[in-house]
């Protein structure tokens, strides 16, 4: 997982829309924001608050797992390097939010 270290919270957000074949308009509206607001965190000039950042998280991992097919879910987890140790995708869920909650902490600083 040494490819998660650094990476800023846009950067993980694009490749997790990537991986799930997802545009940024649906997550924008699954998350009940402009889908100018996705681009800006997308691109880095801007991050979500961190009153709204769990819930970003929680519903953005769902919107994920949610979008995957057994192909996709591969890819995903061979991405992230997580063969073995998720079975379900509720574990795959509380993985992609420990992410980018973690991934959003390294873009705040």
Known sequence: MDNLNNI???QLLEKLLYLSNQK???LAK???YDISYISKWIKGKNLPT???ISNIC??????IVESLNPISKQELKRYFEI??????DAGLIQYIDRILRESYIISVQ
């Open 8 to 10: 800023a919270f846009g």
């Open 24 to 26: 940024k308009s649906v």
């Open 30 to 32: 699954k998350l009940g």
């Open 50 to 52: 961190q009153k709204n």
């Open 58 to 63: 929680e519903i953005t991992s769902e919107f």
């Open 83 to 88: 063969e073995v140790e998720i079975k379900d």
